[in-house]
């Protein structure tokens, strides 16, 4: 039934910096996310862009043939109106592909402007007729977390059904997140830590007390234990890439990979997984054995452990059982570079922390670079070959990917 959907899947990855948008684009998304200013529900946690930096992305991404989207999704009050107009107008003369937004009034301000628009989790988008109520303002719609994939394949049938359609007279897109942080709350709805620190997650300032390790008090005689088992209100990170061609299966359009708050390595990787896995689908490839390769290496990168979310039928249940990240491999800062000899595939460094051996695993990230990972086979110092280097050393070793003077050259070990 979905055949022409399995060749037009649309993998979405987060930028949250610029090296995190060179590596998602290197890694083979179809598309990025990204926020600006306050106005997003990163505020808090990524580096995000400025509005001078909105045509730069979009000459960027166009060149890649990658599309850009910009987060404009958090509640809006009043006194963000003029700000949240601003923004969007800078995005349209910019070229950026589409804004994903939550709030009305952007809704409403995009629809006036002609500016493309898709719907945002936190509508939390659950059957057909919502769907066919934003279809008057946008394209794509995400529907909410909490969704099975037989309530998502109901509804991408109804809107084929239906014919059910955008502003750009093309059937309405389903987008749904497919990995990532998971948190308790109702499509990214929570009040928690504007209870506790007046700090609101719903305008981009969550400071995720639901990660923490908890006490419990016995009121009547003061008795306190510690919940240790479990961080019972703290989700472990979302992972479809086992069952993604039943995803993709029940009618959805656009993959979102979470995490513009993580580091170019997660998105490379994670983007890179999900690319092949999609590739894998529409060539007829994938299988249980691929999907065993896959895990071990997004593994690699930060994740709370992995659980199916809700697609599948099951409760919120997959709680983490330790504050941070899971990854098996951790990255160790090494040098900053120096130069890169083009003839020769040369990148030269500065060791300004930890050792550097023959044989380690690096990985080298950049606002240009994005990220690329090597093993060194041969380190030479002083012009001649060396079995490690440390602190202080200048160095050299054959890099296939060009380097520039304000990379960071880290060393990977596992775990």
């Keep these: ?38 106005l997003n529900m990163r505020a808090r946690s990524s580096n995000n862009f400025t509005l001078e930096d909105l045509p730069k992305i979009a000459v960027i991404t166009q060149q890649a043939g990658v599309k850009s989207y910009l987060t404009l999704n958090t509640i809006l009050y009043d006194h963000d109106i003029q700000l949240m107009k601003s923004i969007v107008d800078t995005a349209k003369e910019s070229g950026i592909s589409a804004v994903i937004a939550s709030d009305h ?22 059957n057909l007729d919502t769907v066919a109520f934003f279809a008057a303002f946008a394209d794509v719609v995400v529907l909410a977390r909490e969704l ?61 007390n639901c990660r923490r390790s908890y006490v419990v008090m016995d009121k009547d005689e003061g008795v306190e234990f510690e919940i240790d088992n479990e961080y019972i209100m703290s989700a472990k990170d979302l992972c479809t890439i086992g069952f993604l061609d039943q995803i993709i299966d029940a009618g959805v359009g656009v993959l979102k990979i979470e995490g513009r708050g993580r580091s170019a390595d997660y998105v490379y990787t994670v983007t890179q997984c999900y690319r092949e896995a999609i590739d894998a689908i529409q060539d007829g490839s994938y299988s249980p054995s ?6 071990p290496r997004l593994a690699t990168v930060y994740n709370r452990g992995f659980w199916d979310g809700y697609y599948l039928g099951k409760k919120l249940g997959e709680w983490s059982d330790s504050y941070g990240s899971k990854a098996s491999q951790r ?65 050299t070793f054959q890099l296939s990917e060009k380097i520039r003077p304000s990379d960071k050259l880290y060393k990977l070990v596992a775990l």
Excluded at 8 to 16: C, H, K, Q, T, V
């Design 148 to 208: 099975s994939l037989k309530q998502v394949a109901e509804i991408a049938r109804g809107i084929e059904k239906q014919q059910i359609k955008g502003p750009s007279g093309k059937l309405v897109k389903l987008e749904i997140f497919a990995h990532g942080a998971l948190c308790m709350a109702v499509s990214g709805k929570c009040y928690l830590s504007l209870h506790s620190h007046f700090a609101s997650a719903n305008r981009g300032a969550c400071i995720q």
């Design 331 to 395: 990255k160790i800062y090494v040098a900053k570079g120096v130069k890169y000899f083009d003839e020769a595939g040369i990148a030269e460094f500065k060791c300004e922390s930890h050792d550097l051996n023959v044989g380690d695993k690096v990985a080298v990230t950049g606002p240009t670079t994005g990220y690329v990972e090597a093993f060194v086979s041969e380190i030479r110092k002083g012009g001649r070959a060396v079995d490690a280097v440390s602190r202080g050393d200048q160095f």
């Design 105 to 126: 009034a952007a809704m409403f301000y995009c629809k006036n402007i002609g500016m493309l628009l898709h719907i945002s989790t936190q509508a939390n988008v659950s």
């Design 1 to 38: 039934m979905h055949t022409d959907l399995k060749k037009s899947i649309e993998l979405m990855s987060p930028a949250g910096s610029w090296e995190a948008l060179m590596a998602a684009i290197k890694a083979g998304c179809d598309a990025v996310y990204f926020g600006v200013e306050q």
């Design 290 to 295: 691929r999907v065993e390769e896959w895990m």
